[in-house]
């Protein structure tokens, strides 16, 4: 018998538009996000975003407008590690998630040497590249 290798992480109903966690990674753990699927059942139109969340910068990784009724699907490998976040913006009443992947146990550190010229600073949320 073989060890999972993938698992829902996060799934939910929200009926009130605004921002939410979907996951939180802890501490010494490691997580691969493999899909995330989007329901809108609000009944109207919108446009809803998912979010990677680090400490100082945010990247979107989903920006969909959708219509009522309809499902989009996000698949492919994300790592992310302590403290780092998934989260979900919607501005309409009524919005299923489902996120799976798999959970790591233990946590790595990586040293990026970056190429000669290139900045290691994060980049800020809505800066111009």
């Known amino acids: 018998m073989s060890d999972i290798r993938s698992k829902r992480l996060s799934t939910g109903y929200e009926t009130v538009a605004g921002q939410y ?3 939180s990674v802890g501490p010494n ?3 691969l996000i493999k899909s995330i699927l989007v329901f809108n059942a609000a009944g109207v139109a919108s446009t809803i975003q998912v979010w990677l969340n680090a ?11 959708f219509t009522d ?7 492919g490998w994300i ?15 009524g919005v299923a998630w489902w996120v799976s ?4 146990e233990g946590s790595y550190d990586a040293t990026i040497v970056p ?4 900045s290691t600073q994060p980049m800020n949320a809505g800066a111009p590249l």
């Open 29 to 31: 753990s490691t997580i």
């Open 69 to 75: 009724q309809s499902t989009f699907e996000w698949n």
């Open 101 to 104: 992947g798999t959970l790591l």
């Open 21 to 23: 966690r979907l996951l």
């Open 79 to 93: 790592a992310m590690q302590d403290t780092d976040q998934l989260r979900i913006d919607f501005d309409v009443n």
């Open 55 to 65: 400490a100082s910068w945010i990247i979107p990784l989903i920006k969909q407008p």
């Open 115 to 118: 190429m000669a010229g290139a």
